[in-house]
């Protein structure tokens, strides 16, 4: 016969996950004829987490160790096809920073040096909360900032194209060439 297929096995959740399907399926039973949205459904569900105690947390976060246990064991015994990340060359020009990344790098010391303590996501979090409140007028520089990057890297990246195509067609023709003798030779009788 042929080869079986093996699927790939299924991921594991969350204990919020399991919170989740479980608090979902007492909702339909007590309330068969009611429908939530998705959005009502979730703020519902959101609420009740909070409220839950540690005791009944735990519980979940059981669930959600076997499960992560079983999916780990799963993924050892699988041998299907993994995605191979596909690595990046490195003479291709790096994408450039948007007008946000831009804003973020200059404020970045700032809030640092005003917030030692603080990690890099509270900084970054920051950054955002300061980027949404500035006006269009003040991000102006940073977007045009950002444009002449695109702009530079646009050329960058035709420039690196056209070297990669070159070098390709270069070693095309020496190919052909090959073959071409090869079979030619055959054609003659030759070989």
């Not at 297929?5 to 399907?21: C, D, E, G």
């Not at 299907?80 to 994408?95: M, S, T, W």
């Not at 002449?148 to 194209?161: C, F, G, M, N, P």
Request: a positive charge.
């Amino acid at each position: 016969m042929g080869k079986e297929i093996q699927l790939r096995p299924k991921a594991n959740v969350s204990s919020y996950i399991h919170f989740l399907l479980n608090y979902r399926n007492k909702f339909k039973e007590q309330q068969p004829n009611t429908y939530l949205g998705f959005k009502e459904f979730s703020r519902k569900c959101s609420e009740k987490w909070r409220s839950i105690s540690k005791h009944e947390k735990a519980k979940y976060e059981a669930l959600a160790k076997l499960d992560k246990a079983r999916y780990q064991e799963e993924m050892m015994n699988y041998v299907g096809k993994r995605k191979k990340r596909r690595k990046r060359d490195p003479h291709a020009p790096r994408r450039p920073p948007s007008s946000f990344l831009l804003f973020c790098q200059e404020h970045y010391t700032q809030l640092k040096t005003e917030n030692p303590n603080w990690s890099v996501v509270q900084v970054a979090k920051a950054s955002g909360k300061m980027w949404s409140v500035t006006t269009d007028v003040e991000k102006q520089p940073y977007e045009q900032r950002a444009a002449v990057l695109r702009a530079q890297y646009q050329e960058e990246l035709k420039a690196y194209r056209q070297q990669r195509n070159g070098r390709k067609k270069s070693l095309v023709p020496a190919e052909n060439q090959c073959r071409g003798e090869a079979e030619s030779g055959k054609a003659d009788g030759s070989i």
